[in-house]
């Protein structure tokens, strides 16, 4: 009853300059991930509330990882409808999640195949490959359609990540809530973050 999200927020992703005028301009669409690893699932991503975090990411991709893609690092900003949301701060989906999990490990031991797992990335202790997450918020959708129950349209979830900000903190250096868009038509609208003018 209260999955569905009313009102629009704003929301960032990092990308190449390249990319993000032509998103902005019409020319081509953000593509969906579907990498196995993906923290929460399968679709577009974005930083909630977060242009500086999806820049910091743009730039980390642009010079650690294989995205030659990401020369220029930006960020497109976009107004967001999440609709039917499997918001994973809300106690109730979060027992989703363990009864997707039960029906992924019965499923795998059916056929003999190994669970997925969470990894950490090479040179990083925290788990970044989150190939379990992934598998079970699939899983969830996956139990959805078998059910005929509407499908979920986005997903959100809350990350603690990085460094504690100072000895025996509970706040991290890269907090962050994230969104995964599966409906594209949730996303409303693009633009072009600004910069913070002086006023008065």
């Not at 669409?29 to 975090?53: A, M, Q, T, V």
């Not at 000895?167 to 910069?195: D, S, V, Y």
């Amino acid at each position: 009853m209260y999955s569905s999200r009313p009102g629009l927020i704003a929301a960032f992703h990092g990308c190449d300059e390249s990319l993000a005028h032509k998103v902005i301009s019409g020319q081509v669409e953000l593509r969906s991930s579907h990498n196995k690893y993906d923290w929460i699932g399968h679709g577009i991503y974005f930083w909630d509330s977060s242009p500086s975090r999806a820049f910091e990411f743009a730039k980390f991709l642009g010079q650690n990882r294989r995205k030659k893609s990401i020369t220029r690092p930006a960020v497109i900003g976009a107004v967001i409808d999440l609709g039917l949301c499997l918001d994973l701060l809300d106690y109730q989906n979060l027992a989703l999640l363990k009864t997707a999990y039960s029906i992924l490990r019965e499923s795998c031991s059916a056929i003999g195949k190994n669970m997925p797992a969470n990894k950490p990335a090479l040179g990083n202790q925290e788990l970044l490959l989150r190939e379990l997450d992934c598998a079970v918020i699939e899983m969830v959708h996956q139990f959805q359609r078998h059910q005929n129950i509407p499908p979920f349209d986005s997903v959100r979830g809350v990350f603690w990540e990085g460094k504690e900000l100072y000895p025996n903190a509970g706040f991290r250096e890269k907090n962050h809530i994230q969104i995964c868009i599966r409906n594209p038509n949730c996303i409303r609208g693009f633009f072009l973050p600004r910069q913070k003018v002086h006023w008065p």
